[in-house]
């Protein structure tokens, strides 16, 4: 898609102001949890002891308005810990991501240094314009909760980013778009029933001993994404179905799961 100027006009037309591509894909990889070039994948399984599972909220009665959910418009209400998939069988709370902790959510004044921490892996020469290009989406909260398996054989971050519904279709399509051209990634399993729904996978080198997988989606307001990084090869099923939950509890009244 190239901004072209028509010939012969007395006025041209000023092209729109674009990021530059690479800039627009660490962008994408920012947003998405993926460190580039000289990042090292880091995974830390601790000795903590098992968090309780988090249970799954009530079924409202007729009289009690739920507490969380998604409108009919697709836009969700509730805290952003509420719509998070709570710990599932089989899982703890896992550790910390990044310096945003492993069961949070951040809105208001801590919302800023949130963001900063998306920007934490990126190579430096490129953070400035990030940080210009972050604070032109108006995130308004931003929730993570991090899981590990029983086993340690496999780290899950979770994270719902709330903005306008446009844009959040707009950057899954960037995602989605980035990962169809790019040797950074590679095209990931389907999802069952959330057909908008991405997974990618590096590009990992023969020998490798982690791995990881990223999946994305646009659900109404939210920005939804896993990161998952394990021991290689990773269960893929596992990662699926993983998301494919955390997507089902965020799906909007009458949709089909």
């Known amino acids: 898609m190239t901004d072209i100027e028509s010939p012969g006009t007395d006025a041209p037309v000023k092209p729109r102001r674009r990021a530059p591509r690479a800039v627009a894909a660490v962008l994408a990889a920012a947003l998405l949890g993926v460190g580039i070039g000289e990042v090292v994948i880091r995974v830390h399984y601790g000795d903590e002891p098992a968090a309780p ?58 919302l800023a240094r949130a963001q900063e921490e998306l920007l934490d892996e990126v190579p430096e020469k490129y953070r400035g314009r990030l940080k210009d290009a972050l604070s032109t989406l108006h995130f308004t909260g931003i929730g993570v909760r991090s899981l590990a398996r029983f086993d340690n054989r496999l780290m899950a971050v979770l994270k719902l980013t709330r903005f306008d519904q ?18 950074l990634f590679r095209r990931g399993p389907d999802v069952p029933g959330h057909p908008d729904a991405r997974c990618a996978l590096p590009a990992l080198q023969a020998g490798d001993q982690l791995d990881y997988v990223t999946c994305y989606s646009a659900e109404g307001d939210l920005l939804v994404q896993l990161r998952v990084s394990g021991v290689a090869p990773l269960d893929q099923n596992k990662v699926v179905d993983l998301f494919r939950q955390q997507l089902d509890r965020l799906a909007r009244p009458g949709a089909a799961a």
Do not use: I, M
């Open 166 to 183: 446009q844009t959040v279709s707009e950057q899954n399509a960037l995602f989605g778009a980035l990962v169809d051209d790019s040797d």
């Open 53 to 110: 599972v988090a249970a799954a909220a009530p079924a409202p009665s007729a009289s009690t308005p739920a507490p969380w959910g998604a409108k009919s418009n697709g836009n969700h209400f509730g805290s952003l810990r509420d719509l998070l998939l709570p710990v599932p069988d089989g899982y703890r709370l896992g550790p910390d991501y990044k310096g945003l902790g492993n069961d949070g959510e951040f809105g208001g004044a801590d």
